[in-house]
């Protein structure tokens, strides 16, 4: 058994039958890695069909270009000339098009029975990372912002409260509003847990005199590399 997951099915030469053999189990494989990234997941069409056909494009390059240093150096020229532009992605996209690549590569070389067996264990991984709930410190990061009057020492006047409430609090901005009687106080802060949001804002809100409160998610995506 482990003899036929190891053998390739073409050694020095491949022909139209095992290319063809080869470029079905690519799309297939694709189809299943589109699959399984996307369950749970939002992902856009762009990217799901990226997956789908990777496997297959990488497949059929690597074909052409295994033992032809010519075509090899030709092949390179070509991808140097490409340039992309796209929204950043996120560690997960760059996982499952490392995976669709290392697909085709594997098909590529013959190895479509070790190929099948790759994608199905990682495949398997995935889907039971997303069955695990791991704790996520990036969820409880927030962007918090208080108006405070000019007469109240921002410096230390709500250490006790971050005290209680975060495990961390960075001001990052001070600014004057309302002809320079007001303060606009924006910190960076990390809750202790998602339920004590309302109790956080109420001890802020007899600390500053009621004025306008904020606690909203940062702008910029966490899971961003």
């Known amino acids: 058994m482990l003899n036929i997951i190891l053998n390739p099915i073409y050694t020095d030469t491949f022909t139209i039958q095992t290319y063809i053999i080869c470029t079905i189990i690519s799309l297939v494989l694709g189809c299943l890695i589109a699959f399984v990234t996307s369950y749970k997941s939002r992902k ?3 990217l799901t069909l990226a997956l789908v056909l990777l ?3 990488v497949q059929t390059v690597i ?6 240093v010519g075509t090899g150096i030709a092949v390179m020229g070509a ?6 532009r796209s929204v950043p992605g996120t560690a997960k996209d760059i ?7 290392a697909t085709g590569l594997t098909t590529a070389m013959g190895y479509v029975f070790l190929a099948v067996v790759f994608v199905v264990i990682i495949s398997l991984a995935i889907l039971a990372v997303n069955f695990i709930k791991f704790p996520a410190s990036d969820d409880l990061n927030r962007e918090l912002k208080i108006t405070i009057p000019e007469d109240l020492n921002y410096a ?3 250490d006790d409260i971050f005290e209680k409430y975060t495990k961390s609090a960075k001001l990052v901005l001070v600014k004057t509003t309302n002809m320079g009687s007001l303060y606009k106080l924006t910190y960076n802060i990390e809750l202790v847990n998602e339920d004590i949001v309302q109790n956080f804002i109420d001890d802020l809100r007899c600390r500053n005199g009621n004025l306008e409160i904020s606690v909203m998610i940062p ?3 966490q899971n961003e590399l």
Not at 63 to 68: I, P
Not at 79 to 84: E, G, Q, V
Not at 95 to 101: G, H, P, T, W
Request: glycine fraction near 4%.
């Open 44 to 46: 856009s069409k762009s």
């Open 55 to 57: 496997p297959a494009i």
């Open 63 to 68: 074909m052409l270009v295994n033992g032809n």
């Open 79 to 84: 991808f140097s000339l490409i340039r992309f």
């Open 95 to 101: 996982v499952c098009i490392f995976l669709a690549m």
């Open 156 to 158: 230390h006047c709500f």
């Open 219 to 221: 702008a910029t995506t």
